[in-house]
């Protein structure tokens, strides 16, 4: 029994995961910034996120969405690319944004319960003038999943 449990744990990691695309918009005032993001929904793609990447193109990123709120943090095993990451409230305020080294296990999280987290290369945040208490719609198709 153990052997079948660890060959499909293993066939698991070895299957690359399939994201669903979706389209993020952040408001920051009156100005609104879009963002092309792959959706991590279920726990098997949050779990992987962006692992054993090489590149996440500019103007990309990757969206986590739990059912409830979690308290937890995010960190870079098997992460080669430098992110940042911004975690949201159920409303879809931006309550926290930090900068991740890859490789690292290091914890980086809010501190508190969160709804959602956004992951970019590292300094997109700033580069494009977003920072905490901005708001975020994220699409896939037309259908607004959230907040």
């Known amino acids: 029994m153990m052997k079948v449990i660890a060959l499909t744990m293993a066939l698991l990691f070895l299957t690359p995961l399939t994201f669903e695309s979706g ?6 005032g009156s100005r609104r910034t879009e963002l092309d993001v792959e959706l991590a929904l279920t726990m098997s793609q949050r779990t992987q996120g962006l692992m ?26 098997n992460t080669y690319i430098p ?3 911004a975690f949201f409230d159920s409303g879809g305020r931006i309550i926290y944004i930090t900068d991740m080294e890859p490789l690292t296990t290091e914890p980086h999280g809010p501190g508190r319960p969160f709804t959602a987290a956004l992951e970019v290369n590292r300094g997109w945040f700033e580069k494009n003038g977003i920072s905490v208490g901005d708001i975020i719609e994220v699409f896939r198709g037309r259908e607004q999943i959230f907040p």
């Open 23 to 28: 389209k993020v918009r952040i408001y920051s």
């Open 52 to 77: 054993y990447r090489e590149h996440l193109p500019e103007n990309s990123g990757m969206f986590f969405l739990y059912v409830n709120e979690v308290s937890g943090s995010f960190w870079m095993k």
């Open 83 to 85: 992110l940042s990451i």
